[in-house]
């Protein structure tokens, strides 16, 4: 997997303004039971997760994508993993990653150094962070393909929805690397 | 010249070999390496594995084993050099002489190497290495310019390696307890250099201001890149002023002096950054095996490449081309 920045110097891009203000109304148990079947998957796929979170295993973690109106909040415990979608960050959080979603799910794919987004300012940290560094750390390592998780979802329909998912994915990555070439 | 690649993780290590590295770092998962950060490193059984993906690829693998032992928990020192010689380590990076003089009684045949942690940095230092404990090569600190590193590798009877990219450590590696003041965590003896557990970061109107141990070491605007929240990267005030005292947060990058590099008899080149995640190893080894082809054929390499990788997304060339003096 070639990571981003090896063409790149430039941000990928936001979602639309608009189209976070449209989505902001969206009930929020749909998403959340989608999401959680989507942890569930990945954490059952990649058990090493819960070897490099170690003692963190149990913690709360919100990451807040700046583009959206959601908070994601995941407590990656063994026994008993949760995502929950909220509009307003609670105060129980162990610690909140913020980025946008673009950038979150290039690092949840090893596509860009967390170190990097830090050093430009395009990743913020609060809370416990020796959590997010074990964080970083377990998922960096645990190679995830997020066209491929999700299209796990879909049973029969699973591969064309990766694939579509996938072009997807690699358009926006493209994108932003042909904005870099052209600034 | 080798190119000596870092990975904190099997993946990572998956990734340097893919990128061209001709050998990779690594170490345990404990205080036995000076990268003893939560989630990184390698348990004995990934180490194993990874040494046989490893050489079926032809690429070695070199374990660090560079902090210093607490007396009262030398085993945990002792078992981790024999662990690695058990899973065949191409060579154990070393700081520590008394680590140094177990391994060399009791693993004769393992080629030893003298990490950057031991601040070997004249050639009567080297020397005592290579004559006590047979060393093969030294990891050379980076206060040295390329003509002091010449000097040195010509009067040596052991390889060199230097770093040419990555963080900077400025300090008398091995020795730099300016961390453990703040923290009471030492990176000598534990493997933490600002441990996460001691960071804090802060967001704010002004930007965002990073902690270390309860003591605020710098603030950075809204828009102004970062760096790693270190005290020798801190922003203080003092009656000279405000601003950085010991250095900027910047990051080594010696890609422009590989040809002096070779030219100075360094055997081995070293990238800097365990800590660091896979798309860093991938996008910086293969920079520097692009660089090193481009060397061999007369090309040239791309010298601004890896900005974005950079602490203070700024490099410099540091002490191999000294300035101050």
New interface residues.
């Given amino acids: 997997?070639?990571?981003?920045?090896?063409t790149?110097?430039d941000a990928l891009p936001l979602i639309p303004p608009l189209l976070g203000r449209a989505i902001s109304p969206l009930p929020l148990p749909p998403l959340e039971f989608v999401l959680n079947g989507f942890l569930d998957r990945i954490l059952s796929r990649n058990p090493q997760i819960f070897?490099?979170?170690?003692p963190?295993a149990g913690k709360r973690f919100a990451i807040k994508p700046t583009d959206l109106p959601f908070i994601f909040v995941i407590e990656a415990a063994a026994q008993r993993p949760c995502l929950s979608v909220v509009r307003e960050l609670s105060a129980d959080a162990d610690a909140q990653i913020s980025s946008s979603m673009a950038n979150l799910l290039a690092?949840v794919e090893?596509?860009?150094?967390?170190?990097?987004l830090?050093?430009?300012?395009q990743l913020?940290?609060?809370g416990d962070?020796?959590?997010?560094?074990?964080?970083?750390?377990?998922i960096?390592?645990?190679?995830l393909d997020m066209a491929a998780e999700i299209g796990g979802l879909f049973g029969p329909l699973g591969e064309p929805v990766r694939r579509l998912l996938g072009a997807a994915r690699d358009a926006i990555l493209r994108s932003a690397q042909l904005q870099d070439r052209l600034s | 010249m080798e190119l000596i690649c870092p990975a904190g993780t099997p993946s990572a290590l998956k990734s340097a070999i893919e990128a061209g590295a001709d050998a990779i770092y690594c170490g345990f998962n404990d205080e036995t390496n000076a990268r003893n950060f939560p989630g990184l490193n390698f348990s004995r059984s990934e180490l194993s594995e990874a040494i046989t993906f490893a050489h079926g690829r032809g690429v070695k693998i070199l374990v660090a084993i560079n902090t210093f032992p607490r007396a009262s928990a030398l085993e945990l020192w002792q078992r981790a050099v024999d662990d690695a010689v058990k899973a065949g380590a191409d060579a154990l990076i070393l700081a520590d002489i008394g680590l140094m003089d177990y391994a060399a009684r009791h693993h004769p045949a393992q080629r030893l190497h003298v990490s950057v942690q031991a601040a070997a940095a004249n050639p009567d230092a080297i020397a005592y290495y290579v004559e006590t404990f047979g060393a093969r090569r030294v990891v050379l600190p980076r206060v040295l310019s390329v003509p002091e590193i010449a000097a040195i590798t010509r009067e040596v009877s052991c390889e060199t390696e230097v770093f040419v990219f990555g963080g900077l450590c400025v300090m008398a590696e091995g020795r730099c307890s300016l961390s453990s003041y703040a923290t009471a965590k030492s990176p000598n003896m534990q493997g933490v250099c600002s441990p996460a557990s001691h960071v804090a970061y802060a967001q704010t109107a002004q930007g965002v201001s990073s902690r270390l141990g309860g003591f605020t070491i710098n603030q950075f605007a809204p828009d102004e890149p970062a760096g790693y929240p270190t005290l020798c990267k801190g922003r203080f005030s003092t009656e000279l002023g405000a601003g950085y005292i010991f250095e900027d947060p910047v990051s080594l990058d010696a890609t422009r002096l590989l040809s002096g590099l070779r030219d100075a008899g360094v055997s081995a080149l070293k990238i800097e950054g365990r800590q660091r995640g896979r798309a860093y190893v991938e996008s910086v080894v293969r920079h520097f095996r692009h660089a090193l082809t481009a060397l061999e054929t007369g090309g040239e390499a791309d010298v601004t490449r890896l900005k974005p990788f950079t602490e203070g997304q700024a490099s410099t060339l540091g002490a191999y081309r000294k300035t101050w003096r």
Avoid: K, P
């Avoid at chain 1, 070897?51 to 170690?54: A, E, H, I, P």
């Avoid at chain 1, 830090?118 to 300012?121: A, L």
């Fill in positions: 997997m070639r990571s981003l920045f090896s790149s110097t070897d490099r979170l170690g963190h690092l090893g596509r860009l150094d967390g170190d990097a830090m050093f430009s300012r913020a940290i609060e962070v020796e959590a997010v560094l074990a964080l970083r750390n377990a960096d390592d645990a190679r």
